[in-house]
């Protein structure tokens, strides 16, 4: 009896992993446990401890001159969230050429020198940005916390618990983060393949025929200088309009032909789909400050 494949579904979830599934080109199905029973699984009962603790106001909560000077909050955030998307936008941006007037064949477009591009570049600057996204919200999240513990006791029991929860779930979220470069290295490696294999195309592709000359008037022909031939009407030349019809026709076959692609284009592709990644990884660690933020607002 052949088994039925569960059919692909419309996956809800964040646009990390909705775009990470494109590239790769996999099937998402909508997970069969409820958040909170996902939840569960990856806590321990230390984690559960610090939880309980947190939620009964006996844990502790932020470090001592950790706090936000009033009516901050919004705009420490908007600065942190612009500096990380200016970094994000610019990574793979061509540094200047250590010599003037010279930069990378890669960066010109030449397919040959990008041929030599390896992803190992791509990884390290990927990494490089995840340290500094995690450091920088993190110290801005603990920031937040004092002053939300500092407005109410509920308040510091919510403080707690995301700094229990921080503490929970931060080796897990390291290590599903860590694996988003790898899924970027297939996607990188499929791009090249498919300008490999453009360029074998265009490579076996037979060059346009040469168009004929026009043969050579002899020069005793009729009309000449010095002719003692008699008059002999002379053939009648293409008419204008069959001339604009074959210049017609050849105008349309090359429109028909596809578009050459620029050499080095797919990089351009992978840089764009690189960045989209980042911000949309920047978004996720960036949810736990906003749900603070509107804590804040509320109190």
Do not use: C
């Amino acid at each position: 009896m052949v088994q039925e494949l569960p059919r692909r579904t419309s996956f809800s979830g964040p646009a990390l992993i909705r775009m990470l599934a494109r590239m790769n080109g996999a099937d998402i199905l909508e997970p069969r446990q409820s958040l909170s029973d996902r939840l569960s699984l990856w806590l321990g009962w230390t984690d559960a401890i610090a939880l309980a603790g947190a939620l009964n106001g006996s844990a502790p909560v932020v470090a001592a001159g950790a706090e936000v000077s009033g009516g901050e909050e919004e705009s420490e955030y908007a600065r942190l969230r612009a500096t990380l998307k200016d970094a994000i936008t610019g990574v793979n941006t061509p540094p200047a050429a250590r010599h003037r007037g010279q930069r990378t064949a890669a960066v010109q477009g030449d397919s040959k020198a990008a041929a030599t591009v390896e992803f190992s570049t791509y990884r390290r600057r990927y990494f490089s940005l995840q340290q500094t996204m995690e450091t920088s919200v993190a110290d801005l999240r603990s920031r937040l916390r004092a002053r939300l513990a500092s407005h109410a006791p509920r308040m510091a029991s919510l403080a707690g618990m995301d700094a229990a929860m921080e503490q929970a779930l931060g080796e897990r979220e390291y290590r599903l983060l860590a694996g988003v470069p790898a899924l970027l290295e297939a996607h990188f490696g499929r791009l090249w393949q498919a300008e490999l294999a453009r360029l074998a195309d265009a490579a076996a592709e037979p060059a346009e025929p040469a168009e004929p000359a026009e043969p050579a008037e002899p020069a005793g022909s009729a009309g000449s200088a010095g002719s003692a031939a008699p008059d002999v009407p002379a053939a009648p030349d293409v008419p204008d309009a069959l001339a604009a019809q074959q210049q017609q026709q050849q105008q349309q076959r090359k429109q028909q032909q596809p578009p050459v692609a620029r050499p080095g284009a797919w990089l351009d592709v992978f840089h764009k789909d690189m960045q989209s990644v980042l911000l949309a990884e920047l978004d996720i660690r960036l949810q736990p400050v906003e749900g603070l933020l509107a804590a804040l607002r509320a109190s």
